[in-house]
């Protein structure tokens, strides 16, 4: 069994990108969204996922991935994922050993940038760089698979 321990912020500031090692671009799509599971599909460069992640709420949840059939992904993608689909910027950045995660939205959630950081435990302490901002762990908003029916583009 796999458990996802992560946290999520808004970003206060530009700062982070001076320190970015790499970037990877990322699109997914959901075939499902229920209240206790979701199940999407991702291709990131030459490789793809099929995903299955509980929807719990807050910093840790059971998460599964498999690897499939780029060709299946792709088809998967454009014909029974709903849309928009999530199409993002990955950024990875290193502070105090801890890896960054910032996701840099296109698409329908262009302006939307997130930052999140997965942890070995929960309770595990942190440092939160200067370019951090709120913490929006517990904001469905802020989820992918909420992102994929209510865009950023349509919050305001």
């Known amino acids: 069994m796999a458990i996802e321990i992560e946290h999520k ?7 982070w990108r001076r320190q970015v090692s790499h970037s990877v671009k990322y699109r997914q799509g959901y075939l499902s ?17 099929l995903n299955i992640k509980t929807a719990t709420i807050g910093t840790h949840r059971y998460e599964y991935e498999y690897e499939i059939p780029m060709s299946d992904a792709n088809e ?3 014909n029974l994922c709903r849309k928009p689909l999530i199409e993002k910027t990955r950024h990875f950045v290193t502070h105090d050993d801890n890896l960054w995660e910032i996701d840099e939205f296109e698409g329908d959630n262009q302006g ?5 950081i997965e942890l070995d435990e929960t309770g595990q302490s942190f440092s939160k ?8 762990t517990s904001d469905l908003r802020y989820y992918n698979n909420n992102l994929a ?8």
């Open 9 to 15: 912020f808004l970003l206060a500031n530009d700062d």
């Open 33 to 49: 969204s229920q209240a206790t599971s979701s199940i999407r599909v991702r291709i990131s460069n030459d490789h793809a996922w």
């Open 76 to 78: 998967i993608l454009d």
């Open 112 to 116: 939307l940038i997130v930052a999140e």
């Open 129 to 136: 760089p200067s370019w951090l901002g709120q913490e929006v």
């Open 149 to 156: 029916i209510h865009p950023y583009s349509e919050w305001r």
